[in-house]
């Protein structure tokens, strides 16, 4: 007979994480015209301004 048929509750050791949304992250606003521009980038593609690079 199978175990999982049988199998009783898991006890969770771990809470869960919350979900990680990766591509709301991806993005910053520019701080000259307010569009949305992927984090890595160092210039904006809208208005041509230079954006700060940040380490965390």
């Given at each position: 007979m199978s175990r999982s048929r049988?199998?009783?509750?898991?006890?969770?050791?771990?809470?869960?994480?919350p979900a990680d949304d990766l591509l709301e992250r991806s993005f910053?606003?520019?701080?000259?015209c307010s569009a949305e521009v992927?984090?890595?980038?160092d210039v904006c593609r809208h208005?041509?301004?230079t954006?700060?690079?940040?380490?965390s």
């Open positions: 049988n199998a009783r509750p898991r006890m969770r050791l771990f809470r869960r994480r910053r606003t520019c701080p000259g992927h984090v890595f980038a208005c041509g301004g954006l700060e690079q940040f380490a």
